[in-house]
Structures are given as C-alpha cells and as structure tokens.
C-alpha cells in the first residue's frame, strides 16, 4: 500500500513506512504530520531508535499522560532489523495503539527476511504497511518535471534530463538544484536547457561528487585540483569525507563480487550506480584491490574522528589548533592521493 500520507482515520493505529530513499520519507512524514495536525492531534512525539534504546521507559512515560488528548508517536529506525527487543517493543505497540493514539514506525527498505518476520505480520494485522517505491531512471526526468511543478515552476525535457544526468538517481540532490532554481528564476517561464546549465555551472565550479569521480578514475592531479577548491571555497571536510567514504563504501562491494556478475548486478541496483559510472567502479576495483580498500576506509575513519574532536594528533594541543587542522587537511590530500591511486 501506497499513499501520499498516513491519514488519521479510525483505521489509523500503527503503521509502518519502510523506503530508502530520504526524500520520499521527508516528504510523506511532512504530509503525514500536516494531516494528523489538522486532526486534531496535539501531541506529536518523535523518537530515535538505536541500540540500547530504552523501550521500558518510553512506555512508562507514554502512559503517565493525565489528559485524553490526540497523540500521534513517530518511531524512527536505523534498521530494518529491530532484534529481539525491538520486535518485541513492536508487537507490544501493535496492542497499545489506538485512533487516538497513533504509532508510526519509520524503518529503511525491508528485505525479503524482514518480510516474512513475525513482527510485521503482527503490524499488518494490527495496521498498514506502507512501502514507498523509489523512482528509477527511466522515470527520473519525469519526476523532475512533476517536481518543478510543484514549486511553482517549469523546466524542459532537455532541462530535466540534464538534471536527471547530474544528480545520478539522487533524489535529494536532484531536489536541491530544483530548489536553487526558484531562487533564480520567477517562474514565468518554462526554463530551457541553456538556463538551467548555465545556473548549475554558475552555482559551484566543483562539487564533492566531481572530487569523488576524479578519484575513480584515477586522475589524481584533478582530483587534488578540486579538494583545494572546495577547501578553499570553506567546504567542511567532514562533508567532503561523507561524499568520499560512500564511494568508497561502494566501491568496496563492487570489489567483493567483481568476479560474480550475478551479484554485480544486485550491487548496482542496491547501490544505485548509474550505468554510465560502473565501468568507472571496476577499473578503480581492479587498480585498487579489496586490500588498498580496506585502508582508505580506515583513513576516512581517522579523519572523521579527528575531525570530530574525538581523536588528537600525538603534536596537537591548544597552543597548535592552526598547526592541527594544516595536519587534517594534509591527511585529507593523502586520502586523495591514494584513492585515486596515486600511491601505494
């Protein structure tokens, strides 16, 4: 079952949303607790689930209300596996809930085990599955176009295809350029190809997925080019980190079944690889190597604690806080260095 958004009705008492792509669920929890608003319903909770969360005082407290009001309870996970207790947190909220108190659970793609699990056969029961289906490529160009409609402007074929070629499948990224361009434009008319190429090349010379593909392809004098643009352009690290450590993440999977094409195909489509980038994916898989791999992880993972304050070079101290970030930004440059295989 599919709908824009959850709506509060009598058959409305728990639900369970389940997608990966963030830009649908954003926008069906937006909706979903617009509707559930406009209902009535005063007390919008929302809670994160994470290992150890503590399911026996979230229900204690849930049930010290003193007042009958309207609540609506959103239950975010971080997997689509809740465990034990998860599961069983969840068959005791299929039980609780009610039209007045509404549970939604919010979880990433379930997969075809978590389909079959005692769990979601007791939500079904009690409530709605909702399994928001992403858009794939071939739809993407028209979803743009819909999608610019909605903010109150047009875009040409042509124009959402560029866009649509950009942004590779990433809704958010896709969503982002759309919402650059209400900035721009009034909304009068339909924005050609030319427009929309010429705003997108105006609004940034490089960005982290450029960094990114500069380094699958092993072109390394370009790939450092852009890391001290964007750090001259006062990027984060930490942002251009993100970027690096998902393509690495990937690139990592591709590397574990390089040998399989069976496998290889269900690695593009669950990593959402374009068809024009995987051959960029298993020439770096070939001249980097499982191993090579496994150490630009471990560097992503040292930055991202040094950069976070959670680890300290053996020189830095207060006194040397300028001296410190010179060394981060220095380790940055190596990781660029070697994922695109410019040392060994």
């Avoid at 998902?246 to 690695?267: D, F, H, T």
Wanted: charged residues 25%.
């Amino acid at each position: 079952m599919s709908l824009d958004c959850l709506l509060p009705t009598q058959n409305s008492t728990i639900a369970l949303i389940s997608s990966d792509e963030l830009l649908l669920l954003r926008d069906y929890l937006d909706k979903t607790r617009l509707a559930f608003r406009e209902a009535g319903f005063e007390d919008i909770q929302t809670h994160y689930i994470e290992p150890g969360f503590d399911w026996e005082a979230q229900s204690a407290s849930s049930n010290m209300s003193l007042f009958s009001i309207l609540s609506l309870t959103i239950y975010y996970f971080f997997s689509a596996k809740p465990g034990i207790v998860g599961a069983r947190a969840i068959a005791e909220l299929c039980e609780k809930a009610n039209p007045e108190d509404v549970i939604l659970l919010v979880m990433p793609k379930l997969d075809a085990s978590a389909k079959k699990s005692a769990w979601l056969k007791k939500v079904q029961k009690a409530g709605q599955f909702v399994e928001l289906k992403p858009i794939y490529s071939n739809q993407l160009v028209g979803w743009l176009e819909q999608r610019a409609q909605f903010k109150q402007f047009s875009i040409s074929h042509d124009a959402a295809r560029f866009l649509a070629d950009r942004t590779e499948g990433n809704l958010l990224a896709a969503d982002q350029e759309l919402e650059k361009l209400t900035l721009l434009f009034d909304g009068n008319e339909e924005l050609s190809l030319d427009q929309v190429a010429e705003s997108v090349a105006n609004q940034s010379r490089f960005s982290n997925f450029e960094l990114a593909d500069c380094c699958l392809r092993g072109d390394s004098r370009k790939a450092v080019k852009v890391l001290l643009s964007q750090q001259a352009e006062g990027v984060a690290n930490l942002a251009l980190l993100g970027t690096l450590k998902n393509y690495i993440e990937q690139l990592a999977q591709v590397i574990g079944v390089l040998g399989n094409p069976q496998a290889l195909q269900q690695v593009w489509r669950q990593t959402r690889i374009w068809d024009t980038k995987q051959n960029l994916y298993i020439n770096a898989a070939k001249r980097l190597g499982p191993i090579r791999t496994e150490k630009l992880l471990a560097q992503c993972a040292l930055i991202d604690r040094k950069e976070k304050g959670q680890e300290v070079h053996p020189i830095a101290h207060a006194k040397l806080k300028p001296i410190s970030a010179d060394i981060e930004d220095q380790e940055m440059l190596k990781l660029i260095h070697d994922f695109s295989g410019m040392t060994k």
